[in-house]
């Protein structure tokens, strides 16, 4: 019988909790996001810690909790989002998407050159702001196409939309799309970046982006949960990172603050299924950045709305808080680092919540949710549905 009739899934993209057990294979021995950025600033988040979030750093056991929490070790290839993603809803990879810090290769810039016919400028491994303040003027002088990459497995197309409409810009990334399926240059997204504004205050559309995923290789729970006539609804860029694919709602979120904002309104309605939300300025404002601060303020400003987050849930929901990868902004260089992520389920009919045994992936999350809804369990993960209560 189904347990809870709503499950909300909030993922705060990045934010790890120290070192999986590979992590020196990927040259991140020592890091752990959430632990430093607690270091290295005066971290105030009295509501996160009443659900356990900080005893994810230790595994302590608390019994003055009110949620169950535990970690979850990744096991897919990578330290990108797709891959965390796609490990959480039951998919297994092993060949981890390319990542270009270095910039491009010739090839693929003449390729894009060649199906786009628009001259290439950028090519680097930057932050989004930065370049369009940099190049932005080149851009408009040329009609040129802004190239770059944040470091995690992307391409991204930055253009002015005075000068390449925002129509033209979607035009060109599905073509940058088809060239970057082949194997040696396959990255996990193209994403469109339009901006607007003048010379030294130019602005990205945030509503403008558009991101053009692969297709998930294999079945996921959100398909499962469609198949079976549940609502999947998608806030954020998890429709983007799934492609579309297992997902009947789509809302569109350019922030941190305005998809809590729609979170709150979807908790509002009534529907029988799953909410997934990716809070996504942890990972892109701060942890590429390597702003400690600034993180720590986005940690606090997510802390003062979760009141209103509990308060909304009904007393058959439950709420999962979890991460896809780290971003260690005390680490050198500005990639992902290879974590453990948080796990906090929250219901407010739990007696008696504690600290779960450590999951050994991602998985076991989708598979939870599977077991709830009663239908096809994942090829990986185990359910410790069994277990809230």
């Known amino acids: 019988m189904m347990q809870f009739k709503r499950i909300f899934v909030m993922i705060l993209d990045s934010v790890g909790v120290g070192e999986a057990i590979d992590a020196t294979s990927y040259g991140d021995n020592g890091a752990n996001t959430l632990g430093h950025i607690k270091e290295n600033s005066d971290l105030f988040i009295p509501n996160l810690k009443k659900i356990g979030f900080l005893n994810t750093l230790n595994m302590k056991e608390d019994s003055e909790v009110d949620a169950y929490y535990t970690i979850a070790k990744p096991n897919n290839a990578g330290k990108d989002t797709l ?154 860029k998890i429709n983007d990172i799934f492609d579309g694919q297992g997902i009947n709602k789509n809302i569109k979120a350019s922030s941190n603050i305005e998809g809590i904002n729609k979170l709150t309104d979807i908790m509002d309605k009534k529907f029988t299924g799953l909410c997934m939300i990716n809070l996504s300025d942890f990972d892109s404002l701060y942890g590429h950045t390597r702003d400690v601060d600034g993180y720590a303020r986005a940690i606090e400003e997510l802390d003062v709305e979760i009141p209103m987050i509990l308060n909304k849930l009904e007393p058959d929901d439950l709420l999962i808080i979890t991460a896809d990868h780290g971003n260690d902004p005390t680490f050198p260089g500005n990639d992902h680092t290879r974590e453990n992520v948080p796990v906090i389920f929250y219901s407010r009919s739990f007696v008696e919540p504690k600290r779960l045994k450590a999951f050994n992936t991602l998985a076991n999350i989708g598979a939870t949710i599977a077991d709830n809804f009663e239908v096809e369990q994942p090829e990986i993960g185990i359910s410790i549905l069994s277990e809230l209560e």
């Open 83 to 236: 891959n965390g993603h796609y490990e959480m809803m039951g998919i297994t990879n092993n060949i981890p998407f390319k990542t270009f810090n270095n910039g491009f290769p010739g090839e693929v810039l003449a390729a894009i050159e060649q199906v786009t016919g628009r001259r290439v400028i950028g090519n680097k491994c930057c932050n989004d702001e930065s370049i369009i303040q940099e190049l932005g003027d080149r851009q408009l002088n040329y009609g040129s196409l802004i190239i770059y990459t944040s470091a995690d497995s992307d391409l991204q197309v930055a253009a002015h939309e005075d000068c390449i409409p925002v129509s033209k810009l979607y035009e060109y990334c599905e073509k940058i799309r088809a060239i970057t399926l082949k194997e040696d240059w396959r990255v996990g997204r193209v994403i469109a970046r339009p901006f607007t504004g003048k010379i030294g205050e130019f602005k990205l559309n945030h509503n403008g982006r558009k991101d053009y995923a692969l297709k998930p290789p294999k079945k996921t729970v959100l398909d499962s949960l469609l198949e079976n006539n549940y609502n999947v609804i998608a806030i954020g």
